[in-house]
């Protein structure tokens, strides 16, 4: 199965800097790359995902970048808002439809303002 | 807002007892996930269902189940409650032709 690391398990940041969260996988045959954000007392939400063909992938602040090579992918936000303020879960997968996610351990960001 | 609900939102029993957590997947959505979310475990993979059967199995225990009616609404049973099941159970679901995942709002249980 997927073995899952994330980095880091908390991050703090000043409104308006940038923040990156890294997610490690083992399964090389994993081409499907989420992030997903929790708010406090809510379900997870899908806010970016990237497949293998690509290395990059942005929406508005924030961004996606692969390196299957090297298997880590990352979550990059810029210009951060406290709405920003959550815990961030990637869970790389095989983009087949029908497949269960493994999660990383969560990295909880508070943006300070 | 998801598209994907549950019920209860909320859930507070005793050791012992059996409960049942409802989930309607989005509309035209044919895979349901339930997950588990306790502190220590984060957030875990518990079965899946495709279309009204099963297709994948996570750590679920034995005294847990589920199903898929043919409205594809599911429902998930956990029986012989344990305090160590206190957790939140979120239900997502997901198209058949790729694995963008859509969850629900969660059930939290408190078993006391």
């Known amino acids: 199965g997927e073995n899952v690391e994330q980095h880091p398990s908390t991050l703090s940041v000043q409104e308006g800097d940038s923040a990156v969260i890294k997610c490690t996988y083992s399964d090389s045959a994993s081409n499907y790359f989420p992030w997903y954000k929790q708010e406090l007392g809510k379900g997870p939400q899908l806010i970016i995902d990237i497949r293998s063909n690509v290395g990059e992938k942005k929406d508005q602040r924030i961004a996606v970048t692969l390196n299957k090579t090297a298997k880590h992918f990352s979550l990059h936000i810029t210009e951060t808002q406290p709405e920003d303020s959550a815990v961030y879960f990637c869970?790389?997968?095989?983009?087949?439809?029908?497949?269960?996610?493994?999660f990383g351990s969560g990295t909880r960001l508070q943006v300070q303002p | 807002d998801s598209g994907v609900t549950q019920t209860p939102k909320h859930l507070i029993t005793a050791t012992g007892q059996r409960v049942t957590l409802r989930c309607s997947p989005r509309?035209?959505?044919?895979?349901v996930y339930w997950y588990q979310q306790s502190l220590d475990q984060g957030l875990q993979f518990l079965i899946q269902y495709y279309n009204g059967e099963e297709r994948a199995k996570g750590n679920i225990l034995e005294r847990f189940s589920a199903q898929q009616f043919p409205d594809l609404h599911s429902e998930l049973n956990l029986s012989s409650l344990e305090l160590g099941d206190s957790a939140l159970y979120f239900c997502?679901?997901?198209?058949?032709?790729?694995?963008?995942?859509?969850f629900g709002p969660g059930t939290r249980l408190t078993v006391l």
């Open positions: 509309s035209g959505d044919l895979s």
């Open positions: 869970a790389p997968s095989m983009d087949t439809g029908r497949r269960a996610l493994t």
């Open positions: 997502a679901s997901s198209v058949p032709t790729n694995n963008e995942q859509f």
